[in-house]
């Protein structure tokens, strides 16, 4: 399967299209979730984003910032991030063969993702500070040198991520609701854009983690804090352009608490078998939590509304989060007797 800017290269600005850099991102799996749309009462599917080459939806919009940038004759990207975006940003470059420095905020980073972003060959720096301190540096710095800046502010980011609506629509026809995490507000104003362009409306219901939720509160979070570390985001770049793009929706952004989060982070691998990691999970709480509106039942005219949840972010990305959240392994001695106890546990 061809990346995401060949598949939907009438739809992509030229500035993206001379120089592809890509890895085959995209064309994720939509999975029905039968345990989730019973709960909840609708169909409701998973994009599984985590199947992208890094293991997040950040692949979608850097192919397409990467190939901008490898166009322009870049040598070297930089972002500020999370973990993520680190983590893409970081393979994309190693694939165009420009060099790449992330700022990540000390400590609250997932291992998985510096483990990537380290060995794709990223310059790795641990910002003594959180995202939005982080952002607004790296904005000064490649204002001041010739390094390409890849975070979402970074407009050909959001014109791959808008695929992701359009594969939705391709497989499934039009959907009614659509529930997906919200941190720097990227991904939603990405999503929109896709819809639109596909004459499509769905509701959309972003959810930020209860102790990063400034769309919510409708001020910025100066010390934001979530397990969610992916969202864990007080000043997001893309504000007033989410905010238009729920209200367009007639949807909503809310928050979910990091217990929601945790329930839902766990309830989903062990009820539909799909690991997302836990600012994905913010997704799926927000549906448990506040279910599908009348108005999107309504959009349905009497069939079962259709609902699309975005998982952003693989599960593998965050091991210490699943550790802290889950009972022990059990030891064994090779003996059948304790064998027999292990496994069946009498
Ligand atoms: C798994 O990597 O901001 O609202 O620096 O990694 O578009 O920011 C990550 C964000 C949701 C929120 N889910 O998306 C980064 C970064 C996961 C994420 C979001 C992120 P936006």
């Known amino acids: 399967m061809a990346g995401l800017i060949e598949r939907y290269i009438d739809r992509m600005p030229e500035e993206v299209t001379s120089h592809i850099v890509s890895i085959e991102e995209g064309s994720t799996p939509l999975v029905p979730a039968p345990a989730l749309s019973e ?18 939806f950040k692949d979608r919009g850097m192919t397409c910032a990467v190939s901008a ?23 994309y470059a190693a694939r165009a ?44 710095l490649a204002d001041h040198h010739p390094i390409s800046l ?11 991520q808008k695929t992701s609506s359009f594969e939705i629509v391709d497989e499934i026809g039009p959907i009614d609701l659509l529930t ?17 362009e596909y004459d499509q409306a769905p509701e959309l219901n972003g959810y930020q983690a209860a102790g990063a939720a400034p769309l919510v509160e409708g001020r910025r979070v100066e010390n934001p804090e979530t397990v969610a570390s992916a969202i864990r985001i007080g000043n997001p770049a ?21 217990d929601e989060i945790l329930d839902a982070y766990r309830w989903l691998p062990a009820n539909e078998g799909v690991f997302c990691e836990p600012a994905s999970a ?9 279910g599908v509106s009348d108005a999107a039942r309504a959009k349905a005219e009497g069939g079962r509304p259709k609902v699309v949840c975005v998982l952003t972010g693989n599960g593998l990305k965050d ?28």
């Open 238 to 258: 893309r504000w007033e352009e989410a905010m238009a793009a729920i209200t367009e929706s007639r949807g909503a952004v809310r928050a979910v608490t990091d």
């Open 97 to 140: 063969g420009m060099t790449c420095a992330v700022l990540v905020p000390e400590g609250k980073i997932a291992a998985g993702k510096l483990a990537q972003a380290l060995i794709y060959g990223a310059r790795v720096i641990s910002l003594n500070g959180n995202f939005d301190v982080a952002l607004q540096l790296v904005r000064d």
């Open 39 to 56: 709960r909840v009462d609708a169909d409701v599917y998973l994009k599984l984003e985590g199947a992208n080459p890094t293991g997040s």
């Open 180 to 196: 997906i995490p919200v941190g720097n507000a990227g991904n939603i104003t990405a999503y929109w854009k896709g819809f639109k």
């Open 69 to 91: 940038a490898a166009r322009e004759g870049a040598e070297a990207v930089i972002c500020a991030s999370t973990g993520n975006t680190a983590a893409s940003a970081a393979a």
């Open 319 to 346: 091991p210490d989060t699943a550790f802290d959240n889950v009972g022990s392994v059990i030891p064994c001695e090779p003996e059948m007797g304790q064998l027999e106890k292990a496994v069946l546990g009498q």
């Open 282 to 290: 913010a997704s799926v709480a927000g549906l448990i939590k506040n």
């Open 150 to 160: 890849v975070n979402s502010v970074n407009d050909f980011r959001l014109e791959g």
